[in-house]
């Protein structure tokens, strides 16, 4: 029975110890990330992490508070760290989720709940809609931006008809969406591929037989990765196109030679000349040992945001927050950058090519897609 | 759609078939033999994929990383038995299933601190690189050919170990009376643990081989295991020969379906709704099929005989 | 009364207190952790019925829960904007009710459950494993395709539904409210053990030709207690979507089924408290295991084959001994 009843105590005082990452020190500002650090997607939330980070240490700020929590890529377990940061632990702004189905577990509540949020990767169309909020700032893009700034570069290049593919869920039927928002040509077929697959074959023999003067596509992760190899593998040699995703510095080299010369559309690219970016990509590499990512960029991006809100305010008083944060005063590692009337960025989107520098793969901006973007749902939006 | 293009999705049908083949071999043995339900024989394919990627990628050559695949898989494989698995033989379903759930967790996230977050690279060899002839005007990928090739190779292999070696035929003994044979002086506990190196011997070859045409990630091997699981319940659980025809269904309903069935929905309904619901039905197709064989034989295509397990 | 019968009445004591505790001190986080781990606990004890009592490892329960939670959010989708559900062949809207859910849910689950139950229970063994995971599999993959209701992003309940009489909006309320639920789910549980019906599965289970012998066909007794226990799970998955404010598609996937199996077992299979133990556990676990390394997951695994491989009889069998053989 002792035995039992220290079990039981033990258990209890576990779970009365809440708040793991206690601090002594009084922040101005203290900030929640939930992001993906275990499993299959962790690359991506771990570069907005290290991004962030970064961006802390080198504004040397000790006004801003951070904690992290790993949400395992699944919706349940952001909802309950969102709950843990917001009730228990008092933030006053959540970041870092990855993916659109979690950040619509987590935003909705959070921001009506009167905390703010500030997306670094995921920009669902229904929060930049009907269901835009004005405690909800995106500092990446809104989930169609680049697919449609890629629409457009068909056109610009003359392709006619296009041969488009994306995984049947929500941010798959986006993209296809974005991309016949801008493109004016025929679609020499359409297919919606099963989440998480990984044999292409079946599409590629498709493609083949379509009579298709460019490809595009968005599948992100290993499902791009898996695309590509069999394409080149194919022999099929019609031009594609995609978002930055499946091209972006953490998955061209598993892509390899494949990726080499493909057209690719980004807010962001490594070799942007504005003084912001140089000293961001030098200091990422001498931090981490590794070239950026876009997601990195997107993770420091968010961080001087904040830092530049809490520069001008105290959260306490939310409508000053809500307008410093608005008023996106700082030097965005993009360029130019602005929120529109729905929090969402105004922003240029880039071409890049793959290339090779020495060895290793990576982008340089050929074009500019689309300039000073702004989404198609900001009309739509009320606040 | 023209002939060609079918002849096309079928090979395509088929590789993916004799890949899942490969997978549901090792399922199907360590089930018949043992009676072993394993959930971390997908890890066993991942792990084989990593050992190939890191070896190509350090030696420079793809058949040696090939090789260290199935080396590596049947490695851990061997030693996954002796320290854990040799402890559930005799436990139900329950525990195995739960205990192999647990090493699915530890493989995934040992082999993330193990290689790092970001998928490995892993390129086909340059001789199978590209497409060549095949009779018609039909051009088809070399290295999925070989994927073929190799497939039907180890379905030959198998069938010859098991019907006409000494070893298959106390493998075969195992399978019917354990206590039998164990009395009669057979070493036993190291059949066992070769049959289980050998199924993830397997499963690394397949890992390996398909890692080479898709991504080489952490979680990679999570679909294809519940693809094979599919195969073997199809096929009637501890038969090869029920796991090869149950892999090549599968390869040939599921390709066949991503393909068609948008198409057969486009002919009565509107396009982009045609799309979605085709796509819908495609990814749940090989699960209708499973459950109507199922329904009418609830022991499979080809029930294995003389198993004692239900 | 036994050791175990203590342990019990220690747990169904300290659930409640925990909870007041955590709602006077104003921690609302902890007040909703144990509302997780009581309707993760009303699962597993559903899932029990089926596995534990019933001998039918079922590998695809997410379906049941799954289907819960989406009738509770799709219920309040139509509530929040009054549209309509369907209108044929009548007129069904949406309600923010929560019995009226749990009923539709009740009816809707036994429904689908005696379909799956009688076309899989014409197998055993793996067979039925992994006919009961393709069934689960396929509602997964219609819901991440289906738009209507979100897709893979999943669907908000902007407002949590209402039980008549109790401001269950309130995070202490509701863990009443779960509490309540998880009593009935063990008293059904236990009156069920004890009862001719119960012995009569055990039966179907030990030992069918003999049960079969004395004139009781094993088929139907084993199809009843599958939907029964579908019925509890569903009733966890309505809970658990007002819970989370939100239902997505992973409460379907294979993952969920995987978890509610280590509830049963991690707490100790067979033991009337056991899949609580094993929830209260495992939510304790993931919550707290992360806070500590980025690793958690291989540690997390590591603890459960532990588990497995040594304490044969679950976190139960450590404290109160072997169970007693019946």
């Known amino acids: 029975m002792k035995k039992t009843l220290l079990a039981a105590t033990t258990a209890l005082s576990l779970a009365a110890l809440s708040p793991l990452a206690v601090s002594t020190a009084q922040a101005d500002v203290k900030v929640g990330m939930i992001t993906t650090l275990s499993g299959g997607g962790a690359s991506l939330g771990v570069d907005v992490r290290d991004g962030f980070q970064l961006a802390l240490k080198l504004a040397g700020d000790q006004q801003i508070e951070l904690l992290i929590e790993d949400d395992g890529r699944k919706p349940e377990n952001a909802i309950k760290i969102a709950d843990k940061f917001i009730s228990s632990d008092k933030v006053d702004v959540l970041t870092g989720i990855i993916w659109s189905n979690l950040a619509m577990a987590v935003v909705p509540k959070t921001v009506r709940g009167g905390t703010f949020y500030v997306s670094p990767n995921a920009g669902p169309s229904a929060l930049a809609g009907k269901g835009c909020h004005q405690n909800y700032f995106n500092a990446a893009w809104q989930n169609d931006n680049l697919h449609e700034a890629m629409g457009n570069y068909a056109n610009d290049t003359g392709y006619k008809n296009s041969f488009i593919l994306a995984p049947n869920y929500p941010a798959g039927k986006d993209s296809l969406t974005g991309y016949k928002r801008f493109y004016k040509g025929e679609l020499a077929g359409e297919i919606y591929t099963k989440l998480g697959q990984t044999d292409y074959a079946a599409e590629i023999a498709q493609i083949k037989n379509s009579g298709a003067d460019s490809v595009f596509f968005f599948l992100p992760g290993g499902m791009g990765i898996a695309f590509m190899k069999q394409y080149a593998q194919s022999g099929v040699d019609i031009p594609v196109l995609g978002p930055a995703f499946s091209f972006d510095q953490g998955i061209l080299g598993a892509v390899g030679d494949a990726a080499l010369g493909v057209k690719n559309s980004s807010q962001w690219s490594k070799d942007l000349p504005n003084a912001a970016n140089k000293a961001f990509v030098a200091a990422f590499q001498a931090e981490y040992g590794r070239l950026p990512s876009l997601y990195a960029s997107q993770g420091f991006d968010t961080a001087n945001l904040i830092i530049s809100a809490a520069a001008k305010s105290d959260p306490s008083d939310k409508d000053a927050f809500r307008s410093a944060l608005k008023a996106a005063d700082f030097e965005s590692v993009r360029g130019k950058f602005s929120f529109g009337s729905n929090n969402h960025p105004i922003q240029n989107i880039y071409v890049r090519e793959v290339i090779k520098e020495g060895d290793v793969l990576t982008n340089k901006i050929v074009s500019t897609g689309l300039e000073d973007h702004q989404d198609a749902y900001a009309a739509d939006c009320k606040m | ?310 | 009364m036994t050791r175990e019968g203590w342990i019990n009445l220690l747990i169904l004591v300290a659930l409640p207190v925990a909870a007041l505790f955590a709602h006077i001190n104003g921690e609302d986080y902890l007040t909703n952790l144990l509302s997780r781990m009581v309707i993760l606990g009303l699962a597993g004890i559903g899932l029990n019925f089926a596995l534990g009592f019933g001998g039918m490892v079922s590998f695809g329960h997410a379906a049941f829960f799954g289907l819960g939670a989406y009738v509770a959010g799709i219920a309040a989708f139509h509530a929040f904007d009054g549209s309509l559900f369907a209108s044929i062949p009548f007129e069904i809207g949406g309600t923010n009710q929560m019995p009226a859910i749990w009923l539709v849910v009740a009816l809707l689950v036994a429904v689908v459950a005696v379909l799956i139950g009688y076309i899989s229970l014409r197998t055993s063994g793996v067979y039925f494993i992994m006919i009961t995971l393709a069934f689960a599999q396929m509602l997964y993959y219609f819901a991440i395709s289906w738009p209507t209701y979100g897709g893979e992003d999943g669907l908000s309940i902007y407002l949590r539904n209402e039980f008549p009489g109790v401001p269950v909006d309130r995070s202490f309320s509701f863990f009443l409210v779960s509490f309540g639920l998880l009593l009935v789910g063990l008293f059904l549980s236990w009156r069920f053990v004890n009862s001719r019906f119960g012995a009569a599965l055990q039966g179907a289970r030990m030992n069918p030709i003999r049960l079969s012998s004395v004139g009781i066909a094993p088929f139907p007794i084993k199809l009843t207690a599958f939907v029964i226990s579908a019925v509890i799970v569903g009733v966890a998955g309505a809970l658990f979507a007002d819970l989370n404010g939100f239902v997505s598609p992973t409460t379907l996937s294979w993952h969920m089924s995987g978890e509610l199996i280590i509830f049963v077992i991690l707490g100790g299979v067979g033991r009337l408290l056991g899949p609580l133990i094993g929830a209260a556990m495992f939510v304790l676990l993931e919550t707290y295991l992360g806070g500590i390394t980025d690793r958690w997951q291989f540690f997390l695994g590591l603890i459960l084959l532990c588990t497995v491989l040594f304490a044969n009889g679950g976190i139960m069998g450590l404290l109160a001994g072997r169970a007693k053989h019946d």
């Open chain 2, 1 to 310: 759609m023209s002939t060609l293009l079918i002849v096309e999705q079928v090979l395509n049908g088929l590789q993916l078939g004799v890949t899942l083949f490969l997978m549901a071999a090792g399922l199907t043995l360590v089930f018949g033999v043992m009676g072993l339900i394993n959930l971390a024989h997908g890890s066993l394919y991942m792990i084989g994929a990593f050992c190939c990627a890191w070896v190509t990628v350090e030696t420079g050559s793809f058949w040696l990383g090939l090789f260290a695949g199935m080396a590596g898989a049947a490695l851990v494989g061997a030693i996954l038995e002796v320290v854990v698995m040799q402890r559930l033989y005799a436990r139900d379903h329950l525990d195995q299933v739960l205990a192999t759930f647990a090493l699915i967790l530890i493989a995934s996230e040992g082999t993330r601190w193990l290689f790092g977050d970001v998928p490995l690279f892993l390129d086909v060899p340059d001789a199978f690189s590209g497409t060549m002839e095949l009779v018609g005007g039909l051009t088809y990928s070399k290295y999925r050919l070989l994927i073929i090739g190799v497939g039907l190779l180890v379905a030959l292999g198998l069938y010859w170990l098991i019907a006409k070696t000494r070893l298959g035929m106390r493998i075969r003994a195992g399978e019917s009376d354990r206590e039998m044979i164990a009395a009669l002086g057979v070493n036993i506990r190291l059949i066992y643990t070769i049959v289980f190196a050998l199924g993830a011997g397997l499963a690394g070859l397949a890992g390996s081989m398909v890692g080479a045409l898709s991504s080489v990630q952490v979680g990679m091997g999570e679909p294809v295991l519940i693809l094979a699981f599919v195969v073997i319940v199809i096929g009637g659980i501890g038969s090869i020969k029920g796991a090869l025809i149950g892999a090549i269904l599968v390869g040939l309903v599921d390709t066949l379906g991503r393909v068609f069935l948008p198409t057969l929905f486009g002919l009565f309904m509107e396009n982009s709704d045609a799309t979605t619901i085709g796509s819908s039905l495609a990814s749940m197709a090989i699960y209708i099929v499973m459950a109507i064989v199922l329904a009418v034989r609830p022991q499979g295509l080809f029930p294995a005989t003389g198993s004692g397990h239900a």
